[in-house]
């Protein structure tokens, strides 16, 4: 403790405390309670039960009252502790309330009735993980399903952007071509057609390729991304010409010189792309909700959406849902956040 | 040693079937390389891309003008009849052009108004945030990468997740009610008043934002020479002048940069606020986005040519900052070859 406290508290050359520095911590820890209290608020609300759920004020962690079966009685009763007139305590099980008074049994002696005034007992509460907010929704909604379509999207969107981006890249690098400066400008000014821009007309090619729900009709018009052919071209600048010269020599084609050996020299840049790409294609929303409109074909993020502005919102199952949607983004970010952030900081994009 | 051959035998027998599909690739294009020769190769990769491109960026980009003049609530062209300019028209027939409620089509020009002013607030807000958490993570911090990290997170959230988990923070049981109950302040409905959800919606995306300005924003003070903060260390100078004559200067084009592009972002929110507030109550959320994506999609009364023209519009605002943004990198680019 004493370590770890100095080494996080440490300051440069081991002067004083300057106000700054209680600016800089009381701003750190804020922010992370303010970034982080929220995500894992909503974790730890979504193994509430429903009646758990309405409480006000909330407990943090998920409580569900003790129950039990009492000889004599059909249905489970609650458990509370009350406070008896001789002033001990008891664990008692309430049979019905009647204004302010219960009348409660002892479990182990069913036979007589206490009378208990009810500000004189608490309910016995234990910690109890309501697991069943993320089975029901995935047996008997369709969640399962949006799980599927979203993950086939995700990959599948995030492959096909790899592959061209990749091919667009090593052309507009690697060629001199009559056009190519007119093809990087045209792929530049585009950087920034945003789909709010273009929805409508984009739907009307969408449909009339017959791609109105269907996940292609998500799919294909996001995987030209101007972004990704702009960040493998700059890397793909960097690698030697004499290498492809090379390769020619040898007789290899121009599609092997692309696969053998200018891809694999792009690795990294892959990488980079492919992660946000991933991310990118797994929270897109306005498009796949234009295009989809049949149920089953929903993606993660629509089906949320439809079913959180439901009449009647079942927050357990939206809350459960809304981690389930989070965790692919929470493990990219535990594993892959470097990458992001050296990604973004080099290129300014996201 | 033996586990990575395994792996490495793993992997070489994953992409077996890929570099078989691969060779069976270059059979074709092998024969198209020797008509077209080495140069004509780069068209065959530039193809699918350019393709894709022309299909789903390109060819909307053209025929969203063709849309905006015709009338109709039919999606395919041919099915459309020619207005002219009917429905720029019908988007700017107003009695009074300070009062949205006395235009022909009210709602665009609330939603004009709502996003102007959330545009300014956001901006102006998260750039703000994001300049001190930046200045505060560029100083001798231990684990700095971890503090970055933490305002960083939310930005990769989903702006679905991002709205429901301040649905459910802002709702009557939430978190916020049970914060200020803990001081004696009344439960209050928060997303049913228009005033507070407004606020919620310029909160919510600064939140889920500032993560990224903060970061390129860091990049840009982790440039900054050492030796000018030595120098002036060295001079005595206070720290407010060389936040001043230092830091702020060499942040400029950075900063710009970060302004423009938050710009770009905040004229276009949707997601995130039809998740948290659907654009109400009434209309007190209701931004730009939406009302096309309510103009051309979902409401009864369906109007894509409208959409189409007010889209036009919207186009026009996000190409002049662009341009700005194109502007200030070229002007950073000659700086820098000087």
Sequence with gaps: MGVASRFILRRRGGKSWHWTDIVTWVWLVGGLIIMFGPAVWLAFSSFKTPAALAEFPPSILPYVTSQATVQGYDKPLQLFEAKMPDGSTKVLAEVRRIGLVAQMVDPTTPGEIVRVNIGDRTPVRSVSFATENYTTPFTQFDFLRYLWNSVFVTVTATLITLIVNSMAAFALSKYEFRGRSLAMLIILATLMVPLSVIMVPLYSIISSLGLFNNLWGVILPTVATPTGVFILRQYMLTIPDELIDAARMDKASEWQIYWRIVLPLTAPALAVLAIFSVVWRWNDFLWPLIVLSRRELYTLQVGLSIYSGELNVQWHFILAMTVVTMIPVVLVFIFLQRFITTGIAGTGLK | ?338
């Design chain 2, 1 to 338: 040693m033996s586990t990575t051959s395994l792996t490495d035998r793993l992997g070489s027998l994953l992409m077996a079937p890929v570099h078989l599909l691969m060779r069976i690739i270059d059979i074709p294009l092998r024969a198209v390389q020797k008509t077209a020769g080495i140069g004509g190769m780069a068209a065959v990769f530039l193809a699918p891309n350019m393709l894709i491109f022309g299909i789903f960026v390109l060819l909307p980009l053209v025929i969203n003008f063709v849309y905006s003049m015709t009338g109709g609530t039919a999606f395919f062209l041919s099915e459309r009849n020619f207005i002219g300019a009917e429905q720029y028209q019908r988007l700017f027939t107003c009695t009074n052009y300070l009062d949205p409620m006395s235009c022909q089509e009210d709602a665009f020009w609330t939603a004009v108004g709502n996003t102007f002013w959330f545009v300014i607030l956001q901006v102006a807000l998260m750039i703000g945030l994001s300049l001190i958490t930046a200045l505060i993570l560029n100083r001798d911090l231990a684990a700095r990468s971890f503090w970055r990290a933490v305002f960083f997170f939310p930005v990769l959230l989903s702006p679905v997740v991002v709205g429901l988990i301040w649905k459910w923070i802002l709702q009557r049981q939430g978190l916020l009610n049970f914060g200020l109950y803990q001081f004696g302040i009344e439960p209050y409905t928060w997303l049913t008043d228009r005033n507070w959800t407004f606020i919620a919606t310029i909160g919510v995306s600064i939140w889920a934002h500032m993560g990224l300005y903060t970061l390129i924003l860091l990049a840009g003070l982790q440039a900054i020479p050492k030796d000018l903060y030595e120098a002036a260390e060295m001079d005595g100078t206070k720290p407010a002048r060389v936040f001043r004559r230092i830091t702020l200067p060499l942040l400029a084009p950075n900063l710009l940069v970060v302004v423009v592009l938050a710009l770009i972002k905040a004229v276009q929110i949707f997601d995130e606020v039809y998740v948290l507030t659907g654009g109400g109550p009434g209309t007190s959320t209701l931004y730009l986005t939406q009302y096309i994506y309510e103009t051309g999609f979902a409401s009864t009364l369906r109007n894509p040519g409208l959409a189409a023209a007010a889209s036009i519009l919207m186009g026009l605002v996000l190409v002049v900052l662009t341009l700005i943004q194109l502007g200030i990198g070229q002007r950073g680019e000659k700086k820098g070859k000087r």
